[in-house]
């Protein structure tokens, strides 16, 4: 991609970027109308964790993905071969592909990027090499898990995959917002004309690297995760992969394509204000930027999907900043964390495709798991169960360990004469 395109060249008018094509791994649901489904219905992915020993621990539970077959959605590469992640990815993105009506042949003629998102990259499959070389000595090590390890795998996979080569690949690490950040990557690649369409998003498996870590800072919840509720706990670590298809909306239109949501704009900002605490103005400002690049206005925004991870810290640091900028009566503003656990990397992704299927199909996802809201977050977070509602406009947080903060504005597709 070292030419310009005629798209970026002085004068030129960015161009409108839509959402066609979505791929979900979780543990509410493989797919996306299975995650649709789930959503609407409130459908926790809590359980005890299995994926690796939890042993020594008071609690484990966690929101792993059950009923994942890899040599289902791989079939150019050997399942054997990718890691966890990358198998989680490889699929979404796979299904993302297939939901947009789009052969890879088609994606091939193409110039794209593959930006995904993660905060561990294979750390699942590090554990297993740590296991490996305390159990057996360094000498024995698996070469193949070895070769696993590294988070550019989540990207490139794809690329492998699908057989595409006039692609860039990339994988972003910037923790619990990076599947929000990679979105924002794939976003600007379209509308700036350097890409003709993006599969971008977020992956990450469950591990007990970062299992531990959230452990040991008193932020794992004993059963559920309990966004919001003034008896909330903490996390659940999650797993599993969003990845979404976008293209510029003059070819969705000249191929028919079904539009589940127009990209609008979104922010960025790294406040490093602390290793693990929020920055509410930071926080604030950020929304700022997403809905200054969108042009919208904050009255406008008729849902928020919040980072919402049940730590105390960070949902009352949230609220506070979405009353900042929205006032008393911020939309409804709802967690899907509650369902889906912390999927770090992948979190904002999945929370993203929540967003565009609530565009589609108009009802709010619930925040599940509640019981009494905390009265330092004043919000509506739509308890337990799922509402209708006409939706035109939604707001997509996403916040991360340093003070990495992305959030994503995203609209009902509407064309030039209504809109």
């Given at each position: 991609?070292?030419?310009?395109?005629?798209?970026?060249?002085?004068?030129?008018?960015?161009?409108?970027?839509?959402?066609?094509?979505?791929?979900?791994?979780?543990?509410?649901?493989?797919?996306?109308?299975?995650?649709?489904?789930?959503?609407?219905?409130?459908?926790?992915?809590?359980?005890?964790?299995?994926?690796?020993?939890?042993?020594?621990?008071?609690?484990?539970?966690?929101?792993?993905?059950?009923?994942?077959?890899?040599?289902?959605?791989?079939?150019?590469?050997?399942?054997?071969?990718?890691?966890?992640?990358?198998?989680?990815?490889?699929?979404?993105?796979?299904?993302?592909?297939?939901?947009?009506?789009?052969?890879?042949?088609?994606?091939?003629?193409?110039?794209?990027?593959?930006?995904?998102?993660?905060?561990?990259?294979?750390?699942?499959?590090?554990?297993?090499?740590?296991?490996?070389?305390?159990?057996?000595?360094?000498?024995?090590?698996?070469?193949?898990?070895?070769?696993?390890?590294?988070?550019?795998?989540?990207?490139?996979?794809?690329?492998?995959?699908?057989?595409?080569?006039?692609?860039?690949?990339?994988?972003?690490?910037?923790?619990?917002?990076?599947?929000?950040?990679?979105?924002?990557?794939?976003?600007?690649?379209?509308?700036?004309?350097?890409?003709?369409?993006?599969?971008?998003?977020?992956?990450?498996?469950?591990?007990?690297?970062?299992?531990?870590?959230?452990?040991?800072?008193?932020?794992?919840?004993?059963?559920?995760?309990?966004?919001?509720?003034?008896?909330?706990?903490?996390?659940?670590?999650?797993?599993?992969?969003?990845?979404?298809?976008?293209?510029?909306?003059?070819?969705?239109?000249?191929?028919?394509?079904?539009?589940?949501?127009?990209?609008?704009?979104?922010?960025?900002?790294?406040?490093?204000?602390?290793?693990?605490?929020?920055?509410?103005?930071?926080?604030?400002?950020?929304?700022?930027?997403?809905?200054?690049?969108?042009?919208?206005?904050?009255?406008?925004?008729?849902?928020?999907?919040?980072?919402?991870?049940?730590?105390?810290?960070?949902?009352?640091?949230?609220?506070?900043?979405?009353?900042?900028?929205?006032?008393?009566?911020?939309?409804?503003?709802?967690?899907?964390?509650?369902?889906?656990?912390?999927?770090?990397?992948?979190?904002?992704?999945?929370?993203?495709?929540?967003c565009a299927l609530a565009l589609t199909h108009g009802f709010i996802p619930p925040t599940i798991n509640h019981v009494t809201t905390d009265p330092e977050c004043q919000i509506d977070?739509?308890?337990?169960?799922?509402?209708?509602?006409?939706?035109?406009?939604?707001?997509?947080?996403?916040?991360?360990?340093?003070?990495?903060?992305?959030?994503l504005i995203l609209g009902a597709y509407e064309d030039e004469v209504n809109s």
């Amino acid at each position: 991609m070292s030419t310009v395109p005629l798209d970026m060249m002085p004068g030129a008018s960015p161009r409108r970027v839509v959402l066609t094509g979505m791929g979900v791994v979780s543990s509410i649901g493989i797919g996306v109308s299975e995650f649709a489904a789930s959503l609407r219905a409130g459908r926790s992915g809590a359980g005890p964790i299995s994926q690796f020993d939890t042993a020594g621990f008071a609690h484990a539970n966690g929101c792993e993905v059950t009923g994942f077959e890899p040599e289902r959605w791989v079939s150019h590469l050997d399942p054997e071969d990718l890691g966890r992640a990358s198998q989680f990815s490889v699929a979404a993105a796979r299904m993302a592909v297939a939901d947009a009506g789009l052969t890879t042949r088609a994606l091939a003629a193409e110039r794209g990027l593959i930006c995904i998102g993660t905060t561990d990259g294979e750390s699942h499959d590090l554990d297993r090499l740590v296991e490996m070389e305390l159990r057996d000595g360094p000498e024995n090590m698996s070469a193949t898990v070895a070769g696993r390890v590294s988070p550019i795998r989540l990207s490139t996979t794809i690329a492998q995959e699908l057989g595409l080569t006039d692609v860039e690949t990339s994988s972003i690490a910037t923790a619990c917002a990076a599947g929000n950040y990679a979105i924002g990557s794939g976003f600007d690649a379209v509308r700036s004309g350097e890409a003709d369409f993006a599969l971008c998003g977020g992956a990450d498996a469950i591990c007990r690297k970062t299992f531990t870590g959230f452990y040991r800072l008193g932020t794992i919840a004993p059963d559920v995760c309990r966004p919001f509720d003034k008896d909330r706990k903490g996390i659940l670590t999650g797993e599993g992969a969003g990845v979404l298809v976008l293209e510029p909306l003059e070819s969705a239109l000249a191929r028919g394509a079904r539009i589940y949501a127009e990209v609008l704009g979104y922010g960025l900002n790294c406040d490093a204000y602390h290793q693990v605490a929020p920055h509410q103005e930071s926080v604030t400002r950020c929304m700022e930027l997403a809905l200054k690049d969108a042009g919208v206005d904050p009255r406008d925004v008729d849902m928020i999907s919040a980072h919402g991870t049940g730590t105390k810290a960070n949902d009352v640091t949230e609220t506070r900043a979405i009353r900042d900028l929205f006032g008393d009566n911020p939309p409804p503003t709802v967690s899907m964390k509650s369902m889906l656990g912390h999927t770090m990397g992948a979190a904002s992704a999945l929370a993203a495709i929540g967003c565009a299927l609530a565009l589609t199909h108009g009802f709010i996802p619930p925040t599940i798991n509640h019981v009494t809201t905390d009265p330092e977050c004043q919000i509506d977070c739509v308890p337990n169960e799922a509402v209708e509602a006409g939706l035109r406009i939604v707001q997509n947080n996403g916040m991360a360990f340093g003070g990495n903060n992305a959030v994503l504005i995203l609209g009902a597709y509407e064309d030039e004469v209504n809109s």
